[in-house]
């Protein structure tokens, strides 16, 4: 019968496409209704930055508790309860001292005539802690075993529903071959992404990281560059790392992706021609690259002639457009950049 139930919950979950979170938890909750009873509901997501909690769905409770329950009060109930861990569906009736006891039901839900409630963390397959989900009643009547069978039964069905990482995972479908990524935070940390691994050049510091925040911060929905493996002049070959900025509708504190795949066709660019590209693309003219580079200006003036050869540029400006729409270039790090971009686009002229 279970399996009726997430059946049904599997419809509601996915309402239509363009749809945003908060509309699939809303049509979660309304499903849920019949086989869980409830005067009221409230589904959140779990902050990914771990301050809280954000306000998804409700059903029948007023804006005044909807806005209570989204505040630090509730996040430190559910902290002293417990219900932020994996453990069965808790009611008040569950706790060793009154309910009164906490500011969450003195303050707020017992005035709003709110007497019980089965409240359960939903977590992710692993152990990601992605929500939390409180089914109020006005009766006193403790929730009986059946009711919380049941919702623990759904709470998978519900934590895949909201997670914010399914949308994330579909954003990294864009990029072929991935074969390591990371979700960017708002606190310049970084958070695992299910299904891909980690790698050392995605690590919290790392300049990879800055370089990737950058472009999204710039604005750039999506955009990739080159990286050395084993030194600056890679001697293991380079990898393409590519920056996604995250769907707007997913809660604030996660910015974007940043995601490892093979290099694709380098043209027989060399390691070093890769550097001259990616400080051209930074705006740099060729005195600017010979002292990046340390390297003579006739030095650099060779470089470019092979690089506008390789790809085929007739102008170095030409190459640079080349060279940044495809990501055939190794970026400088922020803290060693040297060059001012000429315009707004970032190339000199």
Known sequence: MCSNREGELSLAENPGPGRAESRRAQAMLESLRPFVPFDGAWLALADPLGSGYHSLADVDVDQSVVDFLSGPLMARDIEVTGTDRAR???????????????????ECLIPAGIHEALALALF???????????????????PTPTVRGRLAGIAPVLAHGIDPMRSLLTVTRLVRGATAGVVLAGDNGCRMLPGLPADALLVPGSPVLAI???RID???????????????????????VTALAVPEDLPTGLTGLALLSPAPDLHHLTPRELEVLGLLVEGCSNQEIA??????????????????????????????????????????EPAGRSCVPRNGNGRSG
């Not at 069965?88 to 003195?106: G, K, Q, V």
């Not at 990601?128 to 403790?142: C, E, Y």
């Not at 710039?218 to 393409?240: E, K, M």
């Not at 006739?298 to 030409?318: D, F, I, N, S």
């Open 88 to 106: 069965p569906p808790l009611s008040p009736s569950d706790l060793p001292y009154p309910a009164e006891d906490l500011p969450t039901w003195a």
């Open 124 to 142: 992710a397959p692993g152990g990601r802690h992605v929500g939390f989900v409180a089914l109020l009643s006005g009766d006193r009547r403790p």
């Open 212 to 214: 990737a925040r950058e």
């Open 218 to 240: 710039d604005g750039h929905l999506c955009s990739s560059f080159l990286w050395p493996l084993g030194g600056p002049h890679a001697p293991s070959g380079h990898v393409r």
């Open 291 to 332: 002292r990046a580079l340390v390297v003579a200006p006739r030095t650099v003036a060779a470089h470019l002639e092979h690089v506008l050869a390789k790809l085929g540029a007739p102008t170095r400006t030409l190459a640079a457009v080349r060279a940044e729409r495809e990501g055939l270039y190794v970026p400088t």
